[in-house]
């Protein structure tokens, strides 16, 4: 958009429910009217059809997020037609990249995970919320701790019975599951059933899903402190331990919105571990063993992670191209001075680096490294008690020098 378009709203986002044209304000009505041209998918721009004077122009396919066509009539009465609250993942947060908030006004009508908490009385702040629109189902792991309920949007009338049997195969098979379908419109219709009992059929594509989530005795539950079991990872042994991991992510101290860089990732428990923090945070996994890289992203996939960024590549040499750094994390055996030195060049000011060592030439070059640039030089001793004999002992596992570093 050039400097010279308006800073006066010229652009309207209207949200349209499954009621269409009965359920908006005479504010929103006027602005459809009033457009010279109105964009929406093609049910929105038959709902408002009744309304519209000026050219409907239905997005194109593929979806284009750089909103090209509506940038290019800046200045002119645009109108765009969205579900619900176009800013609970739709197209206003797309639209708000590209488009200045003091050319735009919204009205927004009610959202579907509103209209569904008041179906089912739930209070929508103590109800956690997802949307697999169009995202892996694999997103609702994390969520799913028991009594817990959740509101999810889904893709299509396919989705309910896919999340019905995920449930089931992670041990949460008694969870209640209500389809909410078409909500607010005239054919909306509400159905439930357990999840290892799941038959619902002819589901309406517009659904969201209600969850009360119940386990099973062995079901996979991903507690919320780091440092989760290391059965939760399929791994060789080259893991980061649960105790050491937790105290990694303490030194790695995830904030908002960060990028972790994890080299040499073995099994890729601490880059998970960081992105289940908080769903802002991002990583990239670098790990150069091809089995290993491979089963970092399964392990992504089964924490409920599946964005995590895997690189198959040996640092440094792998390390070029990528967004920098807020945090890196460097574990395992290697000694190499040159990945430890790239990834302090790499590293943002204000940023932080953790490096363990289990082998002396890494904690050599460490040492070395503290002594020139300083931070926090830690030393990590676990023991776990194990059998004696016919009694029990405590077994060791191999120290972990730890030196944590923040760039200046």
């Known amino acids: 958009m050039s400097a010279e378009a308006p800073s006066r709203p010229w652009l309207t986002i209207v949200g349209i429910g499954e009621d269409g044209i009965s359920g908006l304000g005479e504010e929103a009505k006027q602005a459809i009217k009033a457009a010279e041209f109105v964009f929406g998918g093609a049910r929105h721009l038959e709902l408002a059809a009744p309304l519209i004077k000026g050219e409907a122009r239905q997005w194109p396919k593929p979806f284009d997020t750089a909103m090209t066509e509506v940038a290019a009539l800046a200045g002119r009465k645009v109108c765009v037609l969205a579900s619900g609250d176009p800013f609970f993942h739709g197209v206003g947060v797309t639209l708000a990249r590209k488009i200045p908030a003091e050319e735009m006004r919204a009205i927004p009508a009610p959202s ?32 799913l701790h028991p009594r817990a309920r959740l509101l999810a949007l889904t893709s299509d009338g396919e989705a309910p019975a896919a999340i019905a049997a995920l449930l089931a195969e992670l041990g949460f098979g008694p969870s209640r599951i209500t389809v909410l379908e078409a909500l607010g419109g005239p054919n909306e219709r509400i159905r439930s059933a357990r999840a290892d009992a799941f038959k619902l059929e002819k589901i309406n594509p517009l659904n969201v899903l209600a969850l009360e989530i119940e386990s099973e005795s062995q079901a996979r539950i991903l507690p919320l402190t780091p440092g989760i079991a290391d059965d939760l990872f399929e791994h060789d042994g080259q893991i980061t331990k649960r105790e050491v991991r937790a105290l990694t992510l303490s030194a790695l101290a995830p904030r908002r919105g960060e990028l972790l860089w994890d080299i040499g990732a073995g099994s890729g428990s601490v880059a998970i571990e960081w992105m289940l923090a908080h769903p802002s945070l991002r990583a990239i996994a670098i790990e150069a063993e091809p089995a290993r890289a491979a089963r970092i992203g399964r392990n992504a996939a089964a924490c409920g992670v599946p964005d995590l960024t895997v690189i198959h590549g040996a640092a440094p040499e792998a390390l070029a191209g990528f967004h920098t750094p807020d945090a890196i994390f460097i574990g395992g055996g290697g000694s190499d001075p040159g990945v430890l030195d790239a990834a302090i060049q790499a590293l943002r000011p204000g940023g932080r680096l953790v490096a363990n060592a289990v082998t002396l030439e890494l904690e050599a070059l460490l040492i070395a490294r503290h002594a020139g640039l300083g931070g926090t030089l830690t030393r990590i001793s676990v023991a776990r008690a194990a059998p004696v ?16 570093w923040e760039k200046s």
């Open 112 to 143: 579907a995970t509103s209209l569904a908490a008041a179906r089912m009385g739930w209070a929508l702040q103590e109800v956690e919320t997802v949307s697999l629109h169009g995202r892996p189902i694999n997103l609702i792991r994390p969520l």
């Open 389 to 404: 004999g016919t009694m029990a002992g405590w077994k060791p596992a191999m120290p972990i020098t730890q030196w944590s």
